[in-house]
Nanobody, 124 residues
Framework: QVLLVESGGGLVQAGGSLRLSCLASGRTNSRYAMAWFRQAPGRGREFVAA????????NYADSAKGRFTMSRDNAKNTVYLQMNSLKPEDTAVYYC?????????????????WGQGTQVTVSL
């Protein structure tokens, strides 16, 4: 079992930045790929970014490319999502996810473990 806890969400003005963190605990000795998904009110959960364990390969949604950067610190069992140039349409609950296969998938169903989410609100 892997427990994921997100932090770093909040309220920010359009054009601002936030950095989300996700701390993994429990059975973290395996090589887990990690990802961020988000869910806006009235919408389904959508992929944002993912990163592999071994090589740090990344995969981004088109909406995140050029603005968001995902990174990880394996020694700290933590992944990060640096979000710059935020837009009101980035407003959502952001979820951290993990899968016990070391590939940076963008499919929600590929992920076995999920955090509780952290709210990001971007105002005009």
């Amino acid at each position: 079992q892997v427990l994921l806890v997100e932090s770093g969400g909040g309220l920010v003005q359009a054009g601002g930045s936030l950095r989300l963190s996700c701390l993994a605990s429990g059975r973290t000795n395996s090589r887990y790929a990690m990802a961020w998904f988000r869910q806006a009110p009235g919408r389904g959960r959508e992929f944002v970014a993912a990163i592999s364990w071994s090589l740090g390969r990344t995969n981004y949604a088109d909406s995140a490319k050029g603005r968001f950067t995902m990174s990880r610190d394996n020694a700290k069992n933590t992944v990060y999502l640096q979000m710059n140039s935020l837009k009101p349409e980035d407003t959502a609950v952001y979820y951290c996810a993990a899968r016990a296969i070391d590939y940076e998938s963008d499919y929600e169903s590929d992920y076995n473990y999920w955090g509780q989410g952290t709210q990001v609100t971007v105002s005009l």
